[in-house]
């Protein structure tokens, strides 16, 4: 079956620095995505990622692996408003989403 | 980037009656729609995938009699939650993906909170 693990939370302080992992073993890859959701919102979009290496855009940076069927979310100098749910969702041979359940992140003062 | 509008934000409706939900791609054709469902503290599960001009698909444990899904035009996907119950409660969201790429990042309407009294 296709599976997509990522922590369910991680609590971080502001100004520090966290990382979000996620592994998967999916029928095909063709991408993956990570998304941000607020609580009660639609999740958007942060970055996407096709080749292996590190995707930077400004302080949110996206690492894949695709021998290691691996990937990260780094987060730098982290606000408040980071506390959110981040989702990990790749993109199957088919071209159908699979979801990770999310991982809620707590920023502390 | 492109945006996805869903319609109505928030709903409460008593049990029996029926909702629609409407989601709109608003600057891009979207052949392919998909309506989400999320349970608090729960992740994204695929209810159906709208395809326009077509019947929709549903994943597998998804009342199709009970989730009307109708995809009349390339920018317009309804899901309509008939004979709701209060266990029909939870966000629905739908997304849409631009047609022109297969691995273009999926847009999302912004949701909606659905209560059945």
């Known amino acids: 079956g296709q599976n997509i693990d990522q922590p369910t939370e991680m609590t971080a302080t502001e100004g520090a620095i966290v990382q979000i992992n996620c592994t998967y073993q999916t029928s095909g890859f063709n991408g993956l995505f990570w998304y941000q959701q607020h609580a009660g919102e639609a999740p958007t979009f942060l970055s996407y990622n096709v080749l292996d290496g590190l995707e930077e855009k400004g302080r949110f940076s996206s690492f894949l692996s695709r021998s290691k069927g691996y990937s990260y979310l780094l987060l730098k100098e982290l606000q408040m408003k980071d506390s959110a749910s981040y989702l990990c969702?790749?993109?199957?041979?088919?071209?159908?989403?699979?979801w990770g359940a999310g991982t809620k992140l707590i920023i502390k003062p | 980037g492109a945006v996805v509008s869903q319609h109505p934000s928030r709903v409460i409706c008593k049990s029996g009656t029926s909702v629609k939900i409407e989601c709109r791609s608003l600057d891009f054709q979207a052949t392919t729609m998909f309506w989400y469902r999320q349970f608090p503290k729960q992740s994204l599960m695929l209810m159906a995938t709208?395809?326009?001009?077509?019947?929709?698909?549903?994943e597998q444990g998804v009342e199709k009699d009970k989730f009307l899904i109708n995809h009349a035009s390339l920018t317009l996907s309804t899901l309509t939650v008939t004979s709701a119950h209060p266990e029909d409660s939870s966000f629905y969201i739908c997304?849409?993906?631009?047609?022109?790429?297969?691995?273009?990042?999926?847009?999302f309407g912004q949701g909606t909170r659905l209560t059945v009294v």
């Open positions: 709208s395809n326009e001009g077509s019947k929709a698909t549903y």
């Open positions: 969702a790749v993109l199957d041979s088919n071209y159908q989403l699979i």
């Open positions: 997304s849409a993906r631009d047609v022109g790429g297969l691995d273009t990042e999926a847009f």
